[in-house]
């Protein structure tokens, strides 16, 4: 990245920092070195599961208020899980920065995962899952994926197998959480 800043805190986060003055506006994206690839067998999907649960409250940011935080200020935001990574971001006013800020800090170590939303969660990935299955270059794909990778971790779908899907656990998915999604891995 040309013109940037780069910065690394004593708690191991790296910063990138481009200024663009063309918008008033802040975007904000925290990248985290987990994806699906990481994942164990019997636990395929963990990395997307996790990405759900930091959306379902925080020590300081509980269930609903997250979206109400970012709506009310014009913002939007959102996530998404690839094979290599997962990522966070926020795109406000920039004189909200702070909000973005605190926002991912709060997430980043003190997601609640709690039980309901846990089980409420598993019924959206599932559901998820189903209606892609529905979708031929889906199916397709998931099928090219497994042959070209039959070895390596790249085989598994993002998203998750069915068989594992039903059987993580809320200890499972906050035991990733706390291995992976911290300032010295994003």
């Known amino acids: ?5 780069l910065a690394r805190l004593p708690n191991g986060l790296t910063i990138h920092l481009k200024e663009i003055h063309t918008a008033p506006i802040i975007s904000h994206w925290v990248w985290y070195r987990i994806g699906s690839r990481d ?4 636990l395929t ?11 379902k409250g925080s020590l300081n940011f509980p269930a609903g208020a997250l979206d109400k935080a970012i709506s009310r200020e014009g913002g939007f935001w959102n996530a998404f899980t690839h094979l290599d990574w997962t ?6 006013p ?6 973005g800020l605190r926002l991912e800090a709060d997430r980043m170590v003190n997601s609640l995962f709690k039980e309901e939303e846990v089980e409420s969660e598993r019924t959206v990935i599932l559901s998820e899952r189903e209606g892609s299955e529905n979708e031929p270059l889906f199916r397709l794909g998931e099928s090219v994926q497994q042959s070209a990778f039959d070895h390596h971790p790249y085989r598994n779908e993002i998203i998750g197998s069915p068989e594992d899907l039903h059987i993580i656990q809320r200890a499972d998915l906050y035991q990733h959480y ?6 010295a891995n994003a």
């Open 1 to 5: 990245m040309t013109n940037t800043t």
């Open 94 to 99: 920039a004189d909200k920065i702070d909000l």
């Open 39 to 42: 994942e164990q067998p019997g």
């Open 45 to 55: 999907g963990i990395s997307h599961w996790v990405e759900h649960m930091q959306f």
């Open 87 to 92: 990522t966070f971001f926020e795109t406000l």
């Open 178 to 183: 706390r291995a992976n999604y911290h300032p």
